[in-house]
């Protein structure tokens, strides 16, 4: 059974930048992290795939950057210059197409 | 990269089937046939419910299905039950290692 666990900052001050870590049980050539506004639906973010390729969403693209630590058997979410646009619940997720383990999700507040 | 189409919400009686639908383009869902759908409960994780259009992962009940026409993917709850009650969101594969979510659909058991 694959476990996923995401951890970090639960508020984080608008112009700052989110950083969230996702501990992993299992090994995977693919992870993906997503995230969702109070109340909205499912953004897809960007994955990250064959321990350092990555791909992300255009709208985001210039300030996120995901990465993996297979010795650490973590995936790393950094998002630079957030606004209050960017509160949301922030799940990373096994697989790029097909997500099929899940962590229970990291609410993530911007304000100051 | 635009967001594929679901309504907002569908409604049916206990026992009733209802179908979800979920409308990209031919650049996605009309190109590939990896169309998810997730099932997601209030405050928890979404849950994968069906996989590359029809395939039902291990543990998910056969009342849910899933096909696909052209760049139209549908989800069908068949013989309802009140914890089916949740919102359900499809994604996509959208080529060069994206994904499209749809902009989900709640689901209310009457």
């Known amino acids: 059974q694959v476990q996923l666990q995401e951890s970090g900052p639960g508020l984080v001050k608008p112009s700052e930048t989110l950083s969230l870590t996702c501990t992993v049980s299992?090994?995977?050539?693919?992870w993906t992290w997503i995230r969702q506004p109070p109340g909205k639906g499912l953004e897809w973010i960007g994955n990250v795939y064959h321990s350092e390729k990555t791909k992300y969403n255009p709208s985001l693209k210039s300030r996120v950057t995901i990465s993996k630590d297979t010795s650490r058997r973590q995936i790393s979410l950094t998002l630079t210059s957030v606004t209050a646009a960017d509160t949301a619940v922030y799940f990373c997720?096994?697989?790029?197409?097909?997500?099929?383990?899940w962590g229970q999700g990291k609410l993530v507040t911007v304000s100051s | 990269q635009s967001a594929l189409t679901q309504a907002a919400a569908v409604s049916g009686s206990p026992g009733q089937s209802i179908t979800i639908s979920c409308t990209g383009t031919s650049s996605d869902i009309g190109s590939y046939n990896l169309v998810s759908w997730y099932q997601q409960h209030p405050g928890k994780a979404p849950k994968l419910m069906i996989y590359?259009?029809?395939k039902r992962p291990s543990g998910v009940s056969d009342r849910f299905s899933g096909s696909k026409s052209a760049s139209t993917a549908s989800l069908t709850i068949s013989g309802l039950q009140a914890e089916d009650e949740a919102d359900y969101y499809c994604s996509s594969y959208g080529g060069s290692s994206t994904l499209l979510f749809g902009g989900g659909t709640k689901l209310t058991v009457l």
């Open positions: 997720a096994r697989g790029l197409y097909r997500l099929d383990y």
């Open positions: 590359e259009v029809s």
């Open positions: 299992g090994d995977s050539d693919y």
